[in-house]
């Protein structure tokens, strides 16, 4: 009793197994170092990490602590009693203490430890296995006798009186071990075959590990983005401030040279009124001499030219527009800061292959555009699709790009990527319906994703007269969105790319078109 108590001491909590390089936290409790970092891989990110057993949270990765006692235990319990833990079996013949079973018989449906296995009988019909191996699962159920016969044509392990009398009789039969040896070899391809995807799906873990270390995380991007903006709305009320000053700068200069003005012209208007006021009085003489004696009229006359004044008032209202005008350029200045400290961008034309497009469609003199148009007796040549599809002159094996497709003049098409060794006729020609492809598809008011006849129906209509297609490709990465108000996500395939990708297009009516080119870019440091 003792020692199946220190048995299930010895057990990891996590595995429900003995434990394997045990290690211990903080709050005491023990685990397998491979299922303690197990647990902590799922918990980053989250905020904390915890206990399974007890729960208790520490902000930081906790350091793991190998027990070396609990190592010494789990040693020395092994090496004493290495059958019981395997099996748990005991010999049914060692009545006054369990000894462990070496191997059971089948014939005598006994368990028999190393001391009774070396006196048990030899003869042929003392079949002996495993002592794990239930007696039951290797005797005929109908018959009683063990089973020495694999049934190839019903699958099935079967006795000799199966294949001699029974319902096997007349069936192709091998001898278990050879018939196993056959189904390990199956089994040892398959194993290959999984090794090999494990292996392709860790390394792809591993490049998606390094790429998230490499990129900065959630809260320093929101922090970049922060800083930015409020250097932004810094430079926006500088400039601001910047052309209202100017423009009552402008205004207080305007108002002062209208004051100045004004008080010129009443001097000049008093003046007049003086001059009129004897005028008058000489024209009301009846003393010819004395208005005969007067200077001439020609210089009481002699006023500054209203003309003047009123140049210097239209000069004194007018803003100075010029300079308001470059103090405002600097905005444009702010939004090529941003646009080179974001990413550095070109666009390039995305062109159609004409070699590549089927023989009901027609592509455009720009070769931008390609429209349902049957029967264009195009030359029949490897390279042509046997279907109403084209796809693009230029491939991308790195980087990331979008571009952009312009469906709203056609009802049923699809619009994706596909490697350039994709099948030019038959059903594996049509993207979406094979390995090779990945499409956004529409037909009617229904809208899909597909990749390898595996279709995705999104459940609401998608107001869709544009579609973007995004493409990260280190990162296995292929997205389409909706250019709606707002823009919609609709969904991201997530592959590992062996090959370049060309954009596809297939058109079964109207005409759809690329807009606006490639754009490719990549983060500056």
């Known amino acids: 009793m003792a020692s199946a108590d220190l048995r299930q001491e010895l057990d990891c909590s996590i595995c429900l197994n003995i434990y394997t390089d045990p290690v211990t936290l903080r709050c005491g409790h023990n685990f397998c170092r491979v299922c303690i970092d197990c647990v902590l891989d799922t918990q980053e990110g989250a905020g904390a990490y915890t206990c399974p057993e007890c729960r208790e949270e520490c902000q930081e990765r906790p350091a793991l602590q190998r027990n070396i006692t609990l190592c010494n235990i789990v040693g020395s319990f092994q090496t004493t009693r290495p059958d019981q833990q395997e099996t748990g079996i005991f010999c049914t013949y060692c009545v006054d203490s369990p000894v462990p079973a070496a191997k059971s018989c089948l014939h005598c449906e006994a368990s028999l430890c190393d001391k009774h296995l070396r006196v048990h009988s030899k003869s042929a019909e003392h079949v002996l296995c495993d002592p794990t191996t239930s007696p039951g699962n290797r005797k005929c159920s109908v018959h009683k006798k063990i089973l020495e016969y694999y049934c190839t044509e019903d699958a099935a392990c079967i006795c000799v009186s199966c294949s001699l009398a029974g319902e096997h009789r007349g069936h192709l039969v091998e001898i278990l071990d050879e018939a196993s040896e056959k189904k390990k070899e199956k089994l040892r391809d398959v194993l290959q075959k999984l090794t090999t995807k494990r292996a392709e799906a860790q390394k792809r873990i591993q490049?998606?590990?390094?790429?998230?270390?490499?990129?900065?995380?959630?809260?320093?991007?929101?922090?970049?983005?922060?800083?930015?903006?409020?250097?932004?709305?810094?430079?926006?009320?500088?400039?601001?401030?910047?052309?209202?000053?100017?423009?009552?700068?402008?205004?207080?200069?305007?108002?002062?040279?209208?004051?100045y003005l004004i008080q010129q012209l009443e001097i000049k208007k008093d003046e007049l009124s003086g001059k009129m006021r004897h005028i008058e009085e000489l024209c009301n003489m009846s003393d010819p001499v004395t208005v005969l004696q007067e200077p001439d009229t020609g210089d009481l006359c002699d006023t500054e030219d209203t003309e003047t004044h009123d140049n210097q008032v239209r000069g004194a209202g007018d803003l100075d527009v010029g300079l308001i005008s470059g103090t405002l350029h600097t905005l444009s200045d702010i939004i090529t800061g941003i646009n080179i400290g974001i990413y550095v961008q070109e666009a390039t034309d995305l062109l159609l292959d004409v070699t590549t497009a089927g023989n009901d469609i027609q592509i455009s003199g720009d070769r931008k555009s390609a429209s349902k148009s049957p029967n264009q007796n195009s030359p029949v040549i490897p390279e042509r699709f046997q279907v109403p599809q084209v796809i693009s002159t230029r491939g991308f094996s790195s980087g990331r790009h979008y571009w952009e497709v312009d469906v709203r003049?056609?009802?049923?098409?699809?619009?994706?990527?596909?490697?350039?060794?994709?099948?030019?006729?038959?059903?594996?020609?049509?993207?979406?319906?094979?390995?090779?492809?990945?499409?956004?598809?529409?037909?009617?008011?229904?809208?899909?994703?597909?990749?390898?006849?595996?279709?995705?129906?999104?459940?609401?209509?998608?107001?869709?007269?544009?579609?973007?297609?995004?493409?990260?490709?280190?990162?296995?990465?292929?997205?389409?969105?909706?250019?709606?108000?707002?823009?919609?996500?609709?969904?991201?395939?997530?592959?590992?790319?062996?090959?370049?990708?060309?954009?596809?297009?297939?058109?079964?009516?109207?005409?759809?078109?690329?807009?606006?080119?490639?754009?490719?870019?990549?983060?500056?440091?």
């Open 207 to 259: 490049s998606l590990q390094e790429r998230r270390r490499d990129q900065e995380g959630a809260a320093g991007v929101t922090e970049s983005v922060t800083a930015l903006f409020t250097d932004i709305r810094r430079q926006l009320e500088d400039l601001e401030k910047r052309v209202l000053s100017e423009i009552s700068r402008q205004e207080q200069c305007f108002s002062f040279s209208i004051s």
């Open 409 to 525: 003049f056609s009802e049923i098409w699809k619009v994706g990527m596909c490697y350039p060794s994709i099948s030019k006729s038959g059903k594996d020609s049509v993207i979406g319906y094979n390995y090779k492809s990945w499409c956004l598809c529409r037909d009617n008011n229904q809208y899909s994703v597909t990749h390898y006849s595996r279709e995705t129906r999104f459940p609401d209509s998608i107001p869709c007269d544009r579609v973007r297609v995004y493409l990260d490709y280190e990162a296995g990465q292929l997205s389409f969105y909706s250019l709606c108000d707002p823009i919609k996500h609709l969904h991201t395939y997530t592959a590992t790319f062996t090959e370049p990708l060309h954009a596809a297009l297939r058109v079964r009516d109207g005409c759809i078109t690329v807009s606006g080119g490639v754009r490719s870019w990549e983060k500056l440091p």
